[in-house]
């Protein structure tokens, strides 16, 4: 057992144990954040498992979409606690549904760990900036009535979070960009709320890591298309 354990541990790429290093020490921040600031067990516990999810998500295997399905509804409670109901509803209409249909998506176009991955036409992007623009200006409109706060950033942080479902479900290569800048979107949004919802602190800890899994993410997914195209 040992000898395997040792031996899988001298496979691993710098990568790999770089990023299980960074998890490691992630946990074990939002452990001391979540006593520090009282928090209840339920409002951080989905970020233990993201943790893995992101680490799958830093090599586009298509198992990190199955664990984010049934983790986006832990998610979608914990988000209207904070009143972040753009969020929330985000996270149990959409990311959980669309996760669970992209897991079998991939599934069934599966290469090693992946899947196969395609680059969007010219057309589809102009639209997809359409569309955007749209369903931004909507909830700009809509979250306020509904007594939300933080409209801009989290108005902006739930229609890419859609777009990045619809992206990656369908594998396109260019949905860990947007998840980068999605990834910008969120720090910035927990930062906000850090005066007024201290505890908080634990979700900031958690996009950073997050953030760094997306960069991995998008090399990734640019080497695993050449790969295919070559």
Not at 51 to 80: H, W
Request: aromatic residues 16%.
């Amino acid at each position: 057992m040992q000898k395997d354990i040792l031996h899988k541990i001298r496979q691993a790429s710098k990568k790999d144990i770089f990023l299980g290093i960074l998890m490691l020490a992630t946990g074990i921040a939002i452990t001391i954040a979540g006593i520090h600031y009282k928090q209840h067990f339920f409002r951080i516990m989905p970020l233990y498992v993201s943790l893995i999810i992101g680490f799958l998500q830093s090599r586009v295997n298509r198992y990190s979409s199955l664990m984010g399905s049934i983790n986006s509804l832990v998610y979608g409670a914990v988000y209207f606690y904070y009143n972040l109901y753009g969020s929330a509803l985000s996270a149990i209409l959409f990311s959980c549904p669309i996760q669970m249909v992209t897991f079998i998506r991939w599934n069934k176009n599966k290469r090693g760990e992946s899947t196969v991955l395609r680059k969007m036409t010219a057309r589809q992007r102009i639209v997809l900036g359409l569309t955007f623009v749209v369903f931004l200006v909507i909830l700009w409109l809509v979250l306020p009535l509904l007594g939300a706060e933080y409209v801009f950033l989290d108005s902006a942080s739930t229609v890419l979070g859609i777009m990045i479902y619809f992206l990656t479900m369908f594998a396109y290569i260019e949905y860990p960009f947007f998840m980068i800048i999605n990834g910008l979107i969120t720090i910035a949004l927990y930062i906000s709320m850090l005066e007024q919802t201290p505890e908080t602190m634990s979700h900031l800890i958690f996009a950073i890591y997050s953030f760094v899994c997306t960069v991995f993410a998008l090399f990734e997914a640019r080497k695993l298309y050449k790969t295919q195209n070559a």
